[in-house]
């Protein structure tokens, strides 16, 4: 499949690239929907296919893999916003695995208070203070 292979290579994909992947998330999501539905302004003001595309789990799993890639690297707005797009769009397909991996990562999102770009990837853990090496 071919976003299998993109999502192989992303690391070596461009900032502009990565942007466009996540509009390109976002459209082919957002296809057929109502614009009460989407979740940005920016987007309502698209002019989205009115056909919905026929989309399976496995293909929003790739996906949302790769928004997580584009939300830790630059591009957290625009992923954010993707990723919205893509857990309504399994909302409405009933894709449970689909569901769940996108609500995690939004819930992820959540629980740090700073961009995911200006901090390592994953959830803050807190250090222990008062921790003595018995060595």
Not at 2 to 31: F, P, T
Not at 68 to 97: F, M, P
């Amino acid at each position: 499949m071919l976003l299998e292979k993109y999502n192989q290579g992303i690391g070596d994909m461009s900032h502009a690239s990565l942007d466009r992947y996540c509009w390109l998330c976002m459209w082919v999501c957002g296809s057929g929907m109502l614009s009460s539905a989407v979740p940005t302004n920016d987007m309502k003001c698209w002019s989205f296919s009115q056909t919905r595309f026929t989309l399976n789990g496995n293909f929003m799993t790739a996906l949302a893999a790769g928004l997580q890639y584009c939300l830790y690297n630059g591009h957290y707005v625009v992923a954010k916003s993707a990723l919205e797009t893509v857990a309504i769009r399994a909302q409405y397909d009933v894709c449970a695995e689909v569901m769940l991996l996108t609500a995690s990562l939004l819930d992820t999102i959540k629980i740090s208070s700073v961009t995911p770009a200006s901090k390592p990837f994953g959830i803050p853990v807190p250090q222990l203070s008062g921790t003595q090496d018995d060595t």
